[in-house]
């Protein structure tokens, strides 16, 4: 079975940066796509942004476009989100997910396996 491990989660002032990891383990890595969700207190898991590991496409909410991007190690089987110009609103618990099939990357029902979190936590 596949094993997602996030990385890289802390506490961060306004404004500053964090890189998130996710390392894919336990399998061959073949997958379609790998996404980052998150999670704030009281809220729905909501889409951050994925990649599609075959043509490198690219998907991102709104809400982080411009501040955070998506990138992939082939070798390493791990997928990062790199995060910049970090706002309080932006603390939560992320999520890394991997779907097998090709499907609609921003829903959480597209992915089949998923990672158990990391915190972020933006103070203003």
């Known amino acids: 079975q596949v094993q997602l491990v996030e990385s890289g989660g802390g506490l961060v002032q306004a404004g500053g940066s964090l890189r998130l990891s996710c390392a894919a383990s336990?399998?061959?890595?073949?997958?379609?796509?790998m996404g980052w969700f998150r999670q704030a207190p009281g809220k729905e898991r909501e889409f951050v942004s994925a990649?599609?590991?075959?043509?490198?496409?690219?998907y991102y909410a709104d809400s982080v476009k411009g501040r955070f991007t998506i990138s992939r190690d082939n070798a390493k089987n791990t997928v990062y989100l790199q995060m910049g110009s970090l706002k309080p609103e932006d603390t939560a618990v992320y999520y890394c997910?991997?779907?097998?099939?090709?499907?609609?990357?921003?829903?959480?029902?597209?992915?089949?396996?998923w990672g158990q979190g990391t915190q972020v936590t933006v103070s203003s």
């Open positions: 336990g399998r061959s890595f073949s997958y379609y796509q």
């Open positions: 990649i599609r590991w075959s043509s490198s496409m690219t």
């Open positions: 997910a991997v779907g097998s099939v090709t499907a609609v990357p921003a829903a959480t029902r597209s992915y089949n396996y």
